[in-house]
């Protein structure tokens, strides 16, 4: 049985994979090369790190506080409301707070990106860098690579903390869990590991969503239309890779940072 539609798909994705890979190759030799514009990435930083804050800690406080609430009404049937707070706190930390917190900057910093340097394309501003001597991926790409992998391990540990809080004062505060209980175990059962965890998947996360955004962006064609296309398939495939790369980071960083285990 032939498959006539299958060779033409295999070969776009393993086009487009290669794509992404030769930008990534070129922006980090271009990074070990010390050839990085640090005006650049700061502005970047501060529209990274510091414009998602707030979409950060309403995730992180909202996921918490529901996380928290919906842990306690299946734990108290079992008389193990005590162990709300490191349910909740082990899994912000290893699953809820990288992947929600890398969701959020997807849709809203990886679209940006994909469409800032998708209309430089399309009106050919990227063209004028080129005949200008000025590499695009150095003037363009690195910048945002070094301030994504600056900002988000940052984000996500805002996201951590403001989740904790949340969770917090929902299960004292509301549901009228000994604080006690839930600091003493969530402190016990909650390890420098976890943290670690956390923050090695939002550095893999902002390699992901940085070089798929800029990499729709640089190959943009056909005006208005065409950004359009490219923003949409930007936060689409960053945030597929984000989820089907976040099940394949869990079992790999479990074997380093065993969960549970001190």
């Known amino acids: 049985m032939k498959f006539p539609y ?25 990074i070990f090369a010390g ?3 640090w005006r650049l990435v700061l502005q970047q930083v501060d529209e990274i790190g510091f414009g998602s804050q707030a979409v950060v800690i309403i995730t992180g406080a909202f996921t918490g506080a529901v996380f928290t609430a919906q842990t306690f009404f299946q734990f108290s049937a079992l008389n193990m409301s005590s162990a709300v707070g490191p349910v909740v706190s082990v899994a912000l930390c290893r699953e809820l707070g990288p992947v929600l917190t ?15 340097i998708g209309t430089m394309k399309v009106t ?7 005949a200008l001597a000025v590499n695009p991926v150095d003037y363009l790409v690195v910048p945002r690579a070094v301030a994504m ?4 391990p940052l984000l996500v540990g805002e996201c951590l903390f403001f989740g904790i809080i949340a969770s917090y004062l929902v299960a004292v505060k509301l549901l009228n869990v000994g604080s006690v209980y839930f600091i ?7 390890h420098g590991k976890d943290i670690v965890m956390a923050m090695s998947k939002g ?29 949409t398939e930007a936060v689409v495939i960053s945030s597929l890779c984000i989820l089907i790369g976040n099940f394949f980071l869990t079992m ?11």
């Open 6 to 30: 299958s060779f033409p798909v295999t070969r776009a994705f393993c086009t487009y994979l290669g794509q992404v890979a030769f930008l990534a190759g070129e922006t980090f030799t271009s």
């Open 35 to 37: 050839r990085i514009r």
């Open 102 to 116: 890398a969701l959020m900057v997807a849709g809203r910093v990886g679209a940006a990106m994909s469409a800032e």
């Open 124 to 130: 050919e501003q990227i063209d004028a860098l080129r």
């Open 149 to 152: 992998m600056i900002s988000m």
């Open 184 to 190: 003493h175990n969530m402190w016990n059962f909650t």
């Open 203 to 231: 550095v893999v996360f902002a390699i992901l969503i940085v070089f798929i955004a800029c990499q729709q962006g640089l190959n943009t064609k056909n005006g208005a239309v065409g950004v359009g296309r490219s923003t």
């Open 252 to 262: 790999a960083l479990n074997i380093v940072f065993p969960a549970g285990a001190h």
